[in-house]
């Protein structure tokens, strides 16, 4: 393992040729991307060799129409050591064309290696012109009927439109029926929180939703008298929505009890003067008063969407008479989709297309559908739901929040033969449409399919179609068409249950054994007719039954309706739920654990980039749990949660989390995808927002402090952890407008105004951090990455620019802020933590202040007191002032509040709050990463595997392992853009200390070892010289395996 090592220096050594062939050849961070609209797209590779010491001297790609000629580009021989972020520099590209491309290189002694790989990328449409597809919807026959007659009721005598919070009202009506029938459901909506009951058994429950509410109670009806009861609740003014400081509020209730008859006729019951209404209290029922049509804006300016409709089939027949070459299947959505070709799947994707501001973009998927296609008669054939664009968003349940209504397929599929011709299908008004068995698909609410209503081989040759109607145009403000480089959401992972425990009520509990995101997969067998109802939560009641609260307005039901024709199975198709556990009611028979499985969905790949393993059982498991945590927020966007009523991009969640998410998984292209809505949700003033895509506007959209400042700490992290230039030239402009307003808000360099909702350190222990210090702080923290970034890109007068903005920032804060005996005002952790690690503190006050910091963590018996904001940087800033033994304190604690307080609960993902278990329960997810941040240390300073800044992307390797009595061993794996490092040491801070490290070809590093005492560092056996800094042996080495010793 013995290679060339220097003590501040690399010197060269001769060595025989070794192969070093280029490998892992990547476009646009993707290997061999299919259909991309990128005009310039970026190159990056490997080299495979194991050489000690190797390096690229000079590089040359070639581009080629076909595998054997270099006919569209040449770069020629470029005298470069870089190997990520190459750009394309050839002739225009031309759309829906394979491109292949190879890459040789030279390395440091003149020695030349080929790549061996195909390498390719394809092009998608690359313009809206490339688009002759025109949207389409399904219009449904029911739809007008069943709004036509819900009017807003209120109690009479009481004014509907002044009402006071918290006023209880109670209605009712009556439904006699003759029979029982084939279903029934009850939409409602209410302006406040509304309880409904059928015949006394609760089938319903919102605070503050602005969409109907769609409940089946086909089991709840009986044959005779129906008692339907609903209360109102009025409620209380909410800053994120239209009546925020509001005296009074607006009350009404509106809504359909719908009723299909076993004949096909439908039976409607409406709110209108029919129902009977009371304040709470009152024992006398009066005739409810009809206060307003349904688009009635006196009573709100978010007039109710549609109520939910069932997903559509749309579906065409065409023939293909010859031969074909390649077949191309470009689609998307406004809604979600599942493509099918003759029968088959088209892809593997779920939840297609990913969420997006879709007023500004909709992204489009590229399939390779060569092989589904026959001669003779084809159907190409979609199912066509809700997704994130129909489905109600935030804790207010905003339905088709970008665009109107309807949900719309778009689809365009361009058929290559072998003769030289070619043939376009798209969709438009040929295609034909009908009603899916599936009668509501919501993000939140989860999905019911009646599996009596399949139409088997309707996506088939041959099907009888003449009774399905015609799709109809529905062509809307023209969103941006572009194509989807990032991973799509796919299953990545089936789960068998641990265990299945029946319950009182005839019910059963599944237990996944792990907190995932997903759906589960139901197999049964029973009478047609039969419902079976799936609930999802993340942990348990103490009496065993499932714990709901924390999901607030999300339903997380999926119920399917047995069609009765022997074994059934039933994947959902356009939700998701955050759980654990799974009660299963109505299922026929006594399930066993083969009953149903946990399928995980997510935009990432299942492997993760990084790897540890430590001396620390307690550590892994964080580890392991922060993988999971990812796993099941990474979906799309990074959501907070997955499981309750928001599932939102939240950007201050995003910002401290995203160094240890790069560990984790390979996100760059996830980090591409998610910088889009970051920019496209960015206000007309230059504000990022506090979620991206934004859908709490035009309420509290201008970002917070370390909540609008992701839009910064995003490229900067992708940039330092990939050495990728792009995202910072593709987001310049926005960062610069962001910086732009926090200065113009305040012009004395103290963050106070231009904050939005100032969140602080959010869901700290410890309250008392002053909002403006925080603010001010992370001010200078996206002011110096403003420096760092505009280096990297040769802006250096921005960098000079920025570099004033920070001392501008550091004088006006030790001003406001730090009192002349090194006290920070406000005295918390996060106070001391922000100032310590942002370079706020004078040089000369650092020590006071670290003292201090520690005190206040000894007097809570070393525990923590940061929140969201200050816990990414606590133990960062505790190692790097000498006390690496208080971090692994607070690390290795298991008692609240810590990390370990969750993990010693049985968590196995990160909680959204430090008392989880004891919290708030209206805010309380057991998903939720932040807090996860800690684990950037681990790999960073546990494993000790860091990039250096003047090297982005592991060009240039810190390798700083920090030992400890209780922490004496650990092994680390990062697979960096230039390939796989590994740290793998065992020993104390005292001695004896022995490092293995592998550091990939075309890199160097920078080795930290203790430095202890008269000791020696050895590596394979001898003496080299090592030159002492901070405490630490450091040593250089270049690309290879090696051991070193200090004894």
Known sequence: MRGPIAAGFLFSVGLLAAYAAPVRLRCESVENPLGIDTPAPHFSWQSDSKEWNWSQSAYQITVESSADSADVWDSGKVNSPESVGIVYGGPKLKARTRYYWRVRVWDSEGRVSQSTESAWWETGLMSQEGWSAKWIAWKNPEEDADRAGIRWIWVAGQDALSMAARTVAQFRIDVDMGEKPRNAALFLLARGAFVAKVNGQQVGAKKEWYEFDREDVTEQLVVGKNSIEVQVTVSEPNEFGPEAGAKTLKAALAGVLKIARNDGTMVRVFTDNGWQGRLAGDTT??????????????????????????????????????????????????????????????????????????????????????????????????????????????WQGRSFFFLPPPTRLLAQLEIDYTDGTHD????????????????????????????????????????????????????????????????????????????????????????????????????????????????????????????????????????????????????????????????????????????????????????????????????????????WGQRGNFLSIPTDCPQRDERLGWMGDAGVFWRTGSFNFDIEAFSHKFMSDVTDAQTAAGAFTNVSPDVLRPFGSEGAPGWGDAGVIIPWTVWLQYGDKSIITENWDAMQSWMEFIARANPDFLRKKGVGPNFADWLAPDEHTPKDLLAT??????????????????????????????????????????????????????????????????????????????????????????????????????????????????????TYPSWGYMLSKGATTWWERWNGDTGDPAMNSYNHYAFGSVVAWVYRSVAGIDTDIDGPGYQEIIIHPRPDSRMTHAHGEYDSVYGRIVSDWQGTPTGPFSLEVTIPANTHAKVFLPAIGNAHVIEDGRPIDARREAGSYVVRIGSGSYKLEVK
């Open 777 to 894: 702080a992370y001010w200078a923290l996206i002011a110096n990455m403003m420096v760092d970034m505009a280096h990297a890109v040769a802006k250096d007068e921005d960098a000079k620019r920025y570099h004033d903005v920070v001392e501008n920032i550091r004088k006006a804060y030790q001003l406001a802020y730090i009192k002349e005996n090194g006290e920070v005002e406000g005295g918390t952790q996060t106070a001391y933590v922000v100032t310590l690690y942002t370079g706020m503190a004078p040089p000369a006050m650092e020590e006071t202040m670290v003292n201090k910091l520690v005190g206040d963590i000894e007097s809570r018996n070393w525990h923590l007191s940061t929140g969201f904001l200050g816990t990414p940087f606590l133990l960062f800033t505790l190692a790097n002032h000498g006390r690496v033994d208080v971090a692994y304190r607070l690390l290795l604690n298991e």
């Open 285 to 394: 029922w009066h005739t409810a008063t009809v206060v307003g049509e349904l688009n009635d804006k006196r009573l709100g300016e978010i007039l109710p969407p549609p109520l939910a409709q069932p997903a559509a089939l749309v579906r065409r027949a065409f023939a293909v008479a010859k031969r074909v070459r390649s077949a191309c299947l470009y689609a998307t959505a406004l809604g979600s989709y599942r493509m099918f070709i003759n029968g088959k799947r088209v892809g593997q994707d779920v939840l297609t297309p990913d969420f997006t501001d879709y007023t500004k973009r909709v992204l489009y998927q590229t399939y390779d559908v060569t092989p589904l296609l026959t001669e003779g008669e084809n159907v190409i054939g979609a199912i066509l739901g809700d997704g994130w664009f129909g489905s109600g968003l935030t």
């Open 424 to 627: 376009t299908i798209v969709s438009d008004e040929s295609w034909k449409a009908l009603a899916s068995p599936i009668l509501r698909s919501e993000i939140y609410a989860g999905e019911f399919y009646d599996a009596r209503m399949e139409q088997a081989g309707w996506n088939q040759p041959g099907f009888a179609d003449s009774a399905w109607s015609a799709a109809v145009l529905s062509e809307t403000r023209a969103p941006a068409l572009r194509s989807q480089v990032s991973q799509p959401a796919r299953v990545a992972k089936m789960i068998t249950p641990m265990s299945v425990t029946p319950l009182p009520n005839g019910a059963y509990v599944f237990d996944m054994g792990q907190n995932m995101v997903g759906w589960a997969t139901l197999k049964a067998s029973g009478a047609a007719g039969t419902p079976i109802q799936m609930r999802f939560a993340e942990i348990l009641n103490p009496d065993g039954t499932i714990y709901r609260q924390n999901l607030r307005n999300a339903d997380a039901t999926d119920v399917y309706v047995l069609a009765g024709k022997g074994e059934e199975t039933f994947t959902p198709h356009f939700t998701f739920h955050g759980f654990r556990y799974v009660e299963v009611t109505g299922y026929p028979g006594v399930p066993t654990t083969q009953a149903i499985t946990g399928e995980v969905v997510n935009s990432l790949s299942w492997e993760p980039a990084g790897r540890l393993t430590t001396a620390s059982e307690l550590v892994n498991r964080m580890w392991s749990i922060g993988l």
